[in-house]
T-cell receptor, first 118, second 115 residues
Framework: EAGVAQSPRYKIIEKRQSVAFWCNPISGHATLYWYQQILGQGPKLLIQFQNNGVVDDSQLPKDRFSAERLKGVDSTLKIQPAKLEDSAVYLC????????????????FGSGTQLSVL | GDSVTQMEGPVTLSEEAFLTINCTYTATGYPSLFWYVQYPGEGLQLLLKATKADDKGSNKGFEATYRKETTSFHLEKGSVQVSDSAVYFCALKNAGGTSYGKLTFGQGTILTVHP
């Protein structure tokens, strides 16, 4: 089966510029996640969608980050304006379900977008 | 809140050596525990999991036992191969409180295996 697709693979921008990342999850997966992975740290959840609704965005810096999942399929994550500390790998993941039925279902991760803010 | 702590890395071993990567956690209730692996240039993928105390997860020669008394989920392999070189992440998912369903990761341990 096709995996989680992300683009671009790499992005270099200057601080205060804006950037957008795109994710296409595995077909049929209801739950989509965006994680931020700073070098030397584990992934940190930014936002979680169940279909096209937001389940958890408690760690999303909403003054500069935004995300949407139109029609419950593809998703985009945007940063505007970017700061130096936003340099990280942005990972998208999907899973069949999130609730009790799919609680222990594994997450499928994309290869990520490596962002460098200069 | 929930947290996961992994042993300081990186870890460098010779082929066929025994591997242990320590993982301890802090969480309320009864979380599920996972090990994810990230091979160079690839996304994270699930290696193994355990959903209740004393469960043993296993896959590809790797094992980890859910020890509630010591809040640990150490990863072990009896004989590592060069192809096991990767970054290993311990993680938990909690069914209680405000962290319901959220996967919390440790900081990762880089493993390098030499021939």
């Amino acid at each position: 089966e096709a995996g989680v697709a992300q683009s671009p693979r790499y992005k270099i921008i200057e601080k205060r510029q804006s950037v957008a990342f795109w994710c296409n999850p595995i077909s049929g997966h209801a739950t989509l996640y965006w994680y931020q992975q700073i070098l030397g740290q584990g992934p940190k959840l930014l936002i979680q969608f169940q279909n096209n609704g937001v389940v958890d965005d408690s760690q999303l810096p909403k003054d500069r980050f935004s995300a949407e999942r139109l029609k419950g399929v593809d998703s985009t994550l945007k940063i505007q304006p970017a700061k130096l500390e936003d340099s990280a790998v942005y990972l998208c993941a999907s899973s069949l379900d999130w609730g009790p039925r799919g609680f222990n279902e594994k997450l499928f991760f994309g290869s990520g977008t490596q962002l460098s803010v200069l | 809140g929930d947290s996961v702590t992994q042993m300081e890395g990186p870890v460098t071993l010779s082929e066929e050596a025994f591997l242990t990567i320590n993982c301890t956690y802090t969480a309320t209730g009864y979380p599920s525990l996972f090990w994810y692996v990230q091979y160079p240039g690839e996304g994270l993928q699930l290696l193994l999991k355990a959903t209740k105390a004393d469960d043993k997860g296993s896959n590809k020669g790797f094992e980890a036992t859910y020890r509630k008394e010591t809040t640990s989920f150490h990863l072990e392999k009896g004989s590592v191969q060069v192809s096991d070189s990767a970054v290993y992440f311990c993680a938990l998912k909690n069914a209680g409180g405000t962290s319901y369903g959220k996967l919390t990761f440790g900081q990762g341990t880089i493993l390098t295996v030499h021939p």
